[in-house]
């Protein structure tokens, strides 16, 4: 009779440490595929990691997008408002990309500070703005604001 209740326990416990052994490399899993969204001045800060790849959004600035004479590489400026960053990118853009549209792009901090998107998303239509863009935009212009006020 103890027989089986020793085995019983060992079993539990084995199912156990399993489930919580599947638990941790699932969560880590996850984390490490997750893309977090910052803005131009969140980047500029340092808060953006640098090691990681991560989602930055802003508007694309008037007159900054510069494509090259050959093959699909394109830079542009983002801008919250506040601060500007430099995006390159190298691929086919989304056809809704335009200059002072917001656009959210995923990618990297390169070694010269010049963010590399690996893709671009665009608005889809001119009534919506990315939630994590419009949120940003909000609030670089509140801090600009209240940067006014104290003056």
């Excluded at 919580?20 to 953006?48: C, D, I, M, R």
């Amino acid at each position: 009779m103890k027989n089986k209740r020793s085995r019983r326990k060992l079993l539990v416990i084995m199912v156990l440490f399993g489930v919580a052994v599947a638990t941790v490399l699932g969560l880590s899993a996850f984390e490490e595929n997750l893309l977090y969204f910052y803005s131009p001045t969140q980047v500029k800060a340092g808060e953006a990691p640098e090691t990681r790849a991560f989602r930055v959004g802003g508007l694309v600035v008037a007159g900054s997008v510069v494509r090259a004479e050959q093959g699909l590489n394109v830079q542009f400026t983002l801008t919250d408002n506040s601060e500007t960053m430099p995006v390159s990118y190298s691929g086919i853009l989304p056809d809704l990309f335009r200059e002072g549209q917001g656009i959210v792009a995923m990618g990297s901090i390169n070694s010269e500070g010049l963010f590399v998107a690996d893709e671009v998303l665009a608005k889809h239509d001119e009534n919506y703005m990315p939630p994590e863009v419009a949120a940003a935009l909000k609030a670089a212009d509140e801090a600009g604001r209240a940067g006014a006020n104290k003056i």
